[in-house]
């Protein structure tokens, strides 16, 4: 009887619509509604989702980015009336389930290589094209 009311509770507080695919490695925005006395504005907070958590209306997500160097993470509820929307930049190619070892590495090394329909493309300048000087 409990599980019942749980799963009643959740299925009203989860979005039926909007709800993005994310997938560990995405590059992504994601619009919040910030209210401020009684206005209401969007705020954009870009980056790469490293992590995902939990199952229903309980799901969440963080998103890491670098600022200034400083390291900033944000975790997201998935099905969050203050998340407007989430843009997908891009995907990357991963092999791990949480990416929590970008927190250690800086610069290039922290760079993840792209998804692309074929396979995988590195982002960046490969060797053949800087022989040949372009």
């Given at each position: 009887?409990?599980?019942?009311?749980?799963?009643?509770?959740?299925?009203?507080?989860?979005?039926?619509?909007?709800?993005?695919?994310?997938?560990?490695?995405?590059?992504?925005?994601?619009?919040?509604k910030i209210k401020e006395g009684d206005k209401e504005r969007i705020q954009v907070f870009a980056g790469v989702v490293i992590a995902k958590s939990g199952g229903g209306s309980r799901a969440s997500y963080t998103v890491?980015?670098?600022?200034?160097?400083?390291?900033?993470?944000?975790?997201?509820?998935?099905?969050?009336?203050?998340?407007?929307?989430?843009?997908?930049?891009?995907?990357?190619?991963?092999?791990?389930?949480?990416?929590?070892?970008?927190?250690?590495?800086?610069?290039?090394?922290?760079?993840?290589?792209?998804?692309?329909?074929?396979?995988?493309?590195?982002?960046?300048?490969?060797?053949?094209?800087?022989?040949?000087?372009?």
């Open positions: 009887m409990v599980a019942d009311g749980i799963k009643l509770i959740d299925s009203e507080n989860m979005k039926t619509q909007d709800v993005p695919d994310l997938a560990i490695g995405d590059s992504v925005k994601v619009h919040t890491r980015r670098v600022t200034h160097g400083v390291g900033v993470e944000k975790v997201f509820p998935l099905h969050s009336p203050h998340v407007a929307k989430v843009e997908i930049e891009r995907s990357a190619h991963v092999r791990r389930a949480k990416l929590y070892y970008l927190r250690d590495i800086a610069g290039k090394k922290a760079r993840l290589k792209e998804k692309t329909r074929g396979g995988v493309r590195k982002t960046g300048a490969t060797r053949k094209s800087r022989r040949q000087g372009s």
